[in-house]
């Protein structure tokens, strides 16, 4: 069992579960100081079923590859690596948009949560819905991006993929335990930020394995048929190892350190680490790191100085933000 493919679900898993454990928290905190603690069965409410709103979502996914792979059988090669690219390009859109909006959103994390239950607790009869609403969106909002980068993973490497989001899940439970119910000092925005790190490595991994899918897809339907064999331009001409669309290998590190073994498997797990890299694979690389990275590493610069202090968020709820 390769143990190392659990590893950047875990990382996702857990950064969107304490985010979510955040909102809860914060939830909680502002309930009980306006003593209406017994609005807590919403909270709970809320995130019962946005777990199960979130765990259909990848049921629902799992059932469109399916049936996609069934209806055409002949073209199973070409449908399943064209399945995880596209899977893999939503995934990467989804978690940039929540690097760069979420970094530039976090400092106001607290003011909003607290703008919207003193809305909610205003409402008297209907403040259990606002509650309720409010925790499902926030717990929806990060599942479904949990689960977009879940299922591409599970179409590439099975079921331990989704072993390493359950330990996530666990792990970001824990630490919302220790934040809110026992007080203990973490320094949200520094956890934040080494975890935003690790997320931009691990899409821009992702970028290289979404092309690669691509790839094996296109060179799969290309020589299905000798008609459709000049789509791959590169294809054994100016290389030795395959690649149809990605142009020419820019390196080869096969010898010194083999994707397939360790420590090799693991950096192809985590950061998408290839021995054989080819040209498209490494622009689009460079390209992330430059783009979407660059938006991230600015946007840290603009954190106010409260996120700086370590908070017991069980003393201090309401002045706790996670930038």
Avoid at 87 to 113: E, P
Avoid at 131 to 153: C, D, K, P, Q, Y
Avoid at 180 to 193: A, L, M
Avoid at 217 to 242: D, G
Wanted: with cysteine; net charge positive.
């Amino acid at each position: 069992m390769n143990f190392s493919t659990a590893i950047p679900t875990f990382v996702i898993t857990l950064r969107e579960g304490v985010e979510a454990a955040l909102v809860i928290g914060i939830v909680l905190a502002l309930l009980k100081k306006a003593k209406q603690s017994r609005l807590n069965s919403w909270v709970y409410a809320g995130v019962g079923v946005g777990i199960v709103i979130s765990a259909l979502i990848g049921v629902l996914f799992s059932w469109v590859i399916q049936v996609l792979g069934a209806a055409n059988p002949q073209y199973t090669s070409v449908v399943e690596p064209a399945l995880e690219g596209v899977f893999s390009v939503l995934a990467i859109a989804m978690l940039s948009w929540m690097l760069i909006w979420m970094t530039k959103q976090a400092r106001f994390m607290k003011a909003t949560v607290e703008g919207a239950v003193t809305q909610a607790l205003t409402q008297n009869s209907n403040a259990g819905w606002g509650v309720f609403t409010l925790i499902l969106v926030a717990v929806v909002r990060e599942g479904f991006e949990t689960v977009l980068f879940v299922a591409a993973n599970i179409l590439q490497q099975g079921l331990m993929p989704a072993l390493g989001a359950i330990g996530g899940l666990v792990v970001a439970s824990a630490i919302g335990v220790l934040l809110f119910k026992w007080g203990v000092k973490i320094n949200i925005r520094q956890f934040f930020q080494v975890m935003g790190v690790l997320l931009v490595l691990i899409v821009a991994g992702l970028v290289v394995s979404a092309l690669k899918h691509f790839d094996d897809a296109v060179v799969n339907f290309a020589l299905s048929s000798r008609a459709r064999e000049s789509l791959c331009f590169y294809y054994e001409r100016f290389t030795k190892v395959h690649s149809c669309i990605l142009g020419p290998m820019v390196s080869n590190t096969s010898r010194i350190l083999p994707d397939e073994q360790f420590p090799g498997v693991i950096l192809k797990s985590l950061f998408g680490y290839r021995d054989n890299l080819y040209l498209v694979q490494a622009v689009g690389y460079v390209t992330f790191l430059l783009t979407i990275g660059g938006v991230y590493f600015r946007s840290l610069g603009g954190a106010s100085p409260e996120g700086k202090k370590n908070i017991p968020f069980a003393q201090k709820p309401i002045s706790s933000t996670k930038d």
